[in-house]
């Protein structure tokens, strides 16, 4: 009788009965393994599921730390080009040859 149901009305008994039905020891048995099996399956997808998220998690947080460094590595050479550019303000004290020859001054008006 039981053995001849489908999987989906086997899974509807198990999970709505209170098996206080005058059932064959047999048929209990039956029942029994029907649900282990479907405990097991259910519990290999949620272990696979939970795999996939804790892979997917590491290859996110790897993402992140590799960007995290090209973020510090983009702002280390940011501060490196700002400070080659105060150190081009600056004001500097000729050398005895460009004043002599005025090199200082052509060399800035023709960047201007």
């Known amino acids: 009788m039981i053995s001849e149901l ?10 709505t009965s209170d098996f206080i039905d005058n059932l064959r020891p047999e048929e209990y048995r039956y029942l ?5 099996n479907f405990y ?8 696979r599921y939970q795999n996939e998220k804790e ?5 996110l947080d790897s993402q992140v730390k ?4 090209e973020k ?5 050479r940011l501060a490196n080009l700002e400070n080659d550019m105060l150190e081009f303000r ?3 004290k000729l050398t005895i040859k460009e ?14």
């Open 55 to 59: 892979v997917s998690i590491m290859h």
């Open 90 to 92: 600056k004001p500097r």
């Open 32 to 36: 029994l393994f029907k649900f282990r």
């Open 99 to 112: 004043r002599l020859k005025g090199e200082f001054e052509y060399k800035n008006n023709r960047s201007i």
């Open 66 to 69: 590799s960007l995290q460094s």
């Open 72 to 76: 510090f590595n983009v702002e280390v």
């Open 6 to 15: 489908k999987d989906d009305e086997l899974f509807e008994i198990l999970m």
């Open 40 to 47: 097991k399956i259910l519990l290999g997808k949620h272990q």
